[in-house]
RNA sequence: GCUGGGGUGGCGGAAUUGGUAGACGCCCAGGACUUAAAAUCCUGUGACCUUAGGGUCGUACGGGUUCGAUUCCCGUCCCCAGUACCA
């Protein structure tokens, strides 16, 4: 073995021995247990960013690990290479989108290889080759046939100097990104998939991966869908002059009862408030406004144009768009109160969301409030907080809320109150015996150490004063109505219910659940994507492609300008076509499809990915899916994995799979940020390169002032590492200075993977300097260890590669006690936590426990010329388990050292090696050290067997001198023995 | 605003889920080796006090529960992320 750790010619040479030996390359075996580990697949911009080499370290850790604990491991690789940077390259600087990307894949998959990352490459799948947008097509034209692709008029952002549609982030702040002329909107007919027919089963599915899946990614989910659960109520509509007034009946929105009654649907999540409605407020663009413009006054009309022009407006999420509108001099009958209603239309009330109307309650409701106060319109409490209840009924306290309140509730009711009772209804508490009611501000008084006599007199100003603020916003909590009518006096939380059940039985409203989630709106004005196959004839109207003529390509060469339609449009030869039905001449559709259609089965693809036949064959998707555990950025939370999770779920209903959730587990990284170094003068930005910026930091750490190395003052702050924002390192730079091994592992090691990670070049060469520690080790004791490899569970089964290699199962030996027992101890225990983290996905400490056993057998007190032989065998062990466990994050090393330590280049880790085996009886611990406290505080230390009794550790306690120093002449209260932990003795 | 997640040394972060707070690494300081430097190795490294044995304080802040709280409960402040009039 070298002398010094050379890690570009290790990571050289391992590259090319797992390459030759297919070491990663998996297929299906029914005897083996599989395990699928799956990165967010990148979309081939041409560089590597260090937020990818996190995102693979860890997907290549987990796979190393579990190859090693036996499993048959799918760790596969593709490139999400359809989408608009491709065409913008092709505008900019008149590239062919094709050649563009084929050459960034073969540079990344350059970078990739150098990182030294185990993929079976086999299987590497492009979403811009017709072999995998066939599939795309084939999909699109099933659904089309199960009803779920489906083809309407929907608006589109539009910028008509430029003559072409824009995405959002293209048109955000309402100006086009290229051009800078303001967007309009335009409708167009696009295609859509219809996500809204798996809403519930988005929704409910939720439950079946929340264990596997990070909070906020579920939560995010379950918001993005949005299910809000209501009451449907029709308000009657009463105008001046009745014959005028004409009410569209919508699906939906409104109704025309058998009495020709002319009725307004809104949609409400509080049935209870509706006594205190005060108006029925609508969306401008509502059927009954637009049919009834001629109807409203000069004013109204105008103040309604005006409004509707504004809603298009795409909106500036930073400000607060002020509350505006206008009443319309109709009027619409409360049904459950009889009450007369302005009906208003409102800036607030959007036409995609309910029923585009809403009633408005100004005293519970924040936005019905604002609306009221500035329009001063009434407002109406009608529910009131149990607090103010409680006074009147002292005996019971009814609480309602969140899991937040309840609690807050039960841990004050405690003081007050006799009983506590937990109600079925696990949203309630309940409170009996309870002394009074009171306000936050009398509570936190209280708390204080006020008394209560003097509490209400000395502070009811000030209690008044906390009650008129509350009645000054909107109190949106659940409590007990009043001025409702035959309602009052109940809880409004159980009045919902049977107000939306009164409203069904009456025959003027239902219970109804609204939605925040649309369908998938595909179509995209582009050339780089998917085409749709469909096709325009005159006679038959919109026809599907034949499967038979899939794939539907793109053409070769195009010109694009980026402006325009959709650039296909202007490709004759794709354009003009044949009726798939008639054979008569017939029109392509040349939009194409969205990028996350590409992302939303490839995952599937790398099963079978050269069927020519078939997406894949359903039989290997029984034996590798669903993903066992997949990686990528959180960005991905919402689009992205809901996408992927409908698109599973309608291959479940075509019979492809028999699941229902793609992804059993998901990890979200966080991102890699780096300091950021401005030149003010020529406007670059610079990494922190050694060298090249010279950097004074304050106390905290935080940079004071940066200069270049020329001497001039730099501007700084902290971004996300790319190449675009031009503070990237370049991961080829990285495996230039320090190696692969260690870019991997200080990525690793450096902060909790779901943590945001600062790159610091002070922390890499920590890392490299670790591995060296360990090469320098392995070599000192090299003479030693020549010999089968010394670890239970190292080398069960071997590959035809490397051959069969016995196992050295060594005993503990006889003489336990010395400096060899001490680090057998200390590998074993090791062994546990490493394996115990890596199953908890937690790859920051097996690092730090991996250093521990390094330091460890760096103390080692012999020397390998005088060493016993059970020491030599305790040492060859420990120095086996580490570069078994250092695998995951260096593996050119550890198979080098590991070729080292059993004499045999052929790859022994990545073809069979075995993860090593904990063996508790070798990791217990001799001696425990046991802390005494006195009255919780630390005294003394004893040192005890771990099996000494609770009494023997009692009496060890109080024989210790330092122990009657703090227990002599006082009164012993208590004694409490942790066993194996702690004495604490209470002493007063 | 709302929702979610957080706040531990100079820094990144540990802490068996209620039981010795600060593992491991970085930075920094001192020492050994060297003609010298680099590399390497050793020592120290939360704060304050100290009679040199230790003592007191300390996990954002204020309370509470407990023999014992970074961990559980309540309140306050601050940071990060998501979201945006979703009725």
Redesign the pocket.
């Known amino acids: 073995m070298d002398e010094k750790y050379f890690p570009k010619k290790v990571e050289q040479k391992w590259q090319r021995i797992w390459a030759e030996s297919c070491a990663f390359e998996a297929e299906v075996d029914a005897e083996k247990p599989k395990f699928y580990a799956l990165e967010m697949l990148p979309y081939p911009s041409g560089n590597l960013h260090m937020g990818h080499v996190r995102n693979y370290s860890v997907g290549d850790a987990l796979t190393w690990y579990k190859r090693l604990k036996g499993f048959n491991v799918l760790h596969p690789f593709g490139w999400d290479s359809f989408g608009q940077p491709a065409e913008d390259a092709a505008v900019k600087r008149g590239v062919n989108p094709r050649e563009w990307t084929e050459d960034n894949i073969v540079a990344m998959r350059g970078q990739m290889q150098r990182m030294g990352f185990s993929y079976d490459w086999r299987r590497q799948m492009f979403a811009h080759r017709p072999e995998y947008y066939k599939f795309d097509q084939w999909f699109f034209l099933k659904m089309y046939e199960m009803g779920l692709a489906y083809k309407r008029m929907t608006q589109v952002n539009w910028c008509s100097h430029d003559q072409a549609t824009l995405s959002n982030e293209q048109a955000s702040g309402g100006l086009c990104w290229r051009c800078g002329n303001p967007v309009t909107k335009k409708d167009l007919e696009q295609w859509f998939l219809k996500t809204t027919a798996y809403t519930d089963q988005l929704l409910d599915g939720l439950a079946e991966i929340e264990a596997g899946w990070p ?2 990614v579920i ?2 989910q379950s ?1 993005w869908m ?1 299910r ?1 659960e ?1 009451a449907f109520v029709d308000f009657e509509v009463k105008a001046t002059d009745d014959s005028l007034f004409y009410c569209p009946i919508v699906d939906g929105l409104t109704s025309a009862s058998d009495l020709g009654k002319k009725r307004i649907r809104v ?4 049935v209870d408030t509706i006594y205190g409605a005060n108006a029925i407020v609508l ?1 401008a663009e509502h059927p009954v406004i637009q049919a009834n413009l001629d109807t409203f006054s000069e004013a109204v009309s105008e103040k309604i144009a005006h409004i509707r022009v504004e809603n298009t407006r795409p ?1 500036d ?2 400000i ?5 509108g206008i009443d319309t001099g109709l009027a619409a009958v409360n049904p459950f109160s009889g009450e007369e209603l302005p009906v208003w239309v409102g ?10 109307a ?2 408005s309650v100004p005293a519970h ?3 019905d409030f ?1 609306f009221a106060q500035k329009f001063g319109l009434p407002i109406r409490r009608v529910i009131l907080e149990t607090y103010t209840i409680a006074e009147q009924a002292p005996e019971i306290v009814d609480v309602i809320g ?1 899991e ?1 309140e309840r ?2 509730y ?3 009711l405690r003081e007050t109150t006799t009983d506590i009772e937990e109600a079925d209804d696990s949203r309630r508490i309940r409170g009996v015996g309870r002394e009074t009611g009171a306000t936050n501000l009398e509570r ?1 008084t209280a ?1 204080a150490g006020g008394d209560a006599v003097e509490r209400r007199s000395d502070l009811g100003m000030a209690v008044e004063d906390e009650r008129e603020r509350q009645r000054s916003v909107a109190f949106t909590d659940y409590g007990f109505l009043i001025n409702s009518g035959e309602w009052s006096g109940k809880s409004s939380y159980d009045a919902k219910t049977e107000m939306a059940a009164r409203a069904a039985s009456g025959g003027f409203g239902e219970a109804a659940t ?1 939605y ?1 989630l649309r369908d998938w709106g595909i179509s995209r004005q582009r050339f780089w994507g998917s085409p749709i196959p469909i096709v325009y004839c005159d006679s038959c109207g919109i026809v599907p492609e034949k499967y038979e003529n899939l794939p539907i390509r793109l053409p070769d060469d195009i010109p694009i300008t980026g402006t325009g339609e959709s650039p296909l449009a202007k490709v004759a030869d794709f354009v003009e076509t044949q009726c798939p039905k008639c054979d008569s001449p017939a029109r392509r559709e040349t939009d194409t499809m969205d990028t996350f259609v590409d992302s939303s089965w490839y995952f599937f693809r790398y099963l079978d990915p050269s069927n020519d036949e078939m997406p894949f064959d359903p039989e290997k998707a029984a034996y590798w899916t669903p993903v066992d555990q997949y990686i990528g950025g ?2 991905h939370a ?1 689009m992205h994995l809901i996408y992927a999770r409908f698109w599973t779920k309608v291959m479940r209903d075509m019979g492809l799979v028999k699941f229902d959730e793609p992804f059993k587990r998901l990890l979200t990284q966080g991102m890699v940020v780096g300091e950021t170094f401005f030149d003010d003068e020529t406007g670059k930005k610079l990494y922190h390169m050694p060298g090249t910026v010279t950097v004074t930091r304050d ?3 935080k940079i004071a002032s940066a200069v270049s190395a020329d001497g001039k003052p730099l501007k700084f702050g902290i971004e996300r590492m790319s190449k675009s924002k031009g503070n990237g390192v370049d991961p080829d730079e990285m495996v230039e200075i320090y190696g692969a091994d260690a870019a991997r592992l200080f990525i690793l ?4 993977i779901e ?4 790159w ?1 070049e ?2 890499i ?2 890392a490299v ?2 591995l ?2 360990v090469w ?1 080790l392995v070599r000192k004791w090299e003479p030693t260890l020549l010999g089968p490899p010394a670890v239970a569970g190292g080398f069960t089964s071997i590959s035809k590669y490397a051959g069969e290699v016995e196992i050295d199962n060594l005993q503990p030996p006889a003489t336990a006690g010395g400096s060899d027992r001490k680090l057998r101890r200390k590998t074993h225990q090791t062994i546990k936590r490493v394996a115990d983290d890596f199953d908890d996905l ?1 790859f ?2 097996p ?2 426990a991996l ?2 056993l390094s ?1 460890a057998i ?2 080692f007190e012999v020397e390998p010329e005088n060493a016993s032989e059970d020491e030599v065998a305790a040492v060859r062990e420990a120095i086996t388990a580490l570069t078994l466990m250092l695998t995951p994050y260096a593996p050119h090393t550890s198979e080098e050292l590991f070729a080292v330590l059993i004499g045999n280049d052929n790859g022994i880790l990545a073809n069979g090696a075995r993860f090593p085996e904990y063996q508790e009886d070798l990791a217990k611990a001799d001696e ?2 046991i ?1 005494v ?1 006195i ?5 003394s ?1 004893l040192m005890a067997q771990p099996e000494t009794s609770n009494e023997e550790l009692e009496k060890m306690a109080f024989a210790d001198e330092k122990v009657r120093e703090y227990t002599d002449g006082k009164e012993i209260v ?1 004694v ?1 023995v ?1 066993p194996k ?2 004495v ?1 003795i ?1 002493v007063r």
Do not use: C, W
């Open positions: 909070a906020s939560k995010r918001d949005g809000s209501g949609f409400t999540t509080r969306a909106t999420h930073e607060e768009i002020e509350k505006d800036n607030y009330v959007m036409m995609e969301y309910g029923t585009g809403v009633m409701d924040e936005r604002e969140d937040h609690n807050e039960r841990s004050e936190q708390s609204t925040r959180d960005d919402v106390a905290k750490g090691f450096a902060a909790p943590n945001e990670l600062v610091n002070a922390g060469e920590g300097r670790f060296q520690r320098r937690q920051n400490t690092v730090a250093m521990e330091n760096g103390d425990v050290e802390p406290q009255n919780g505080k630390l005294r230390r208590k409490i942790v932990r702690l604490n209470v």
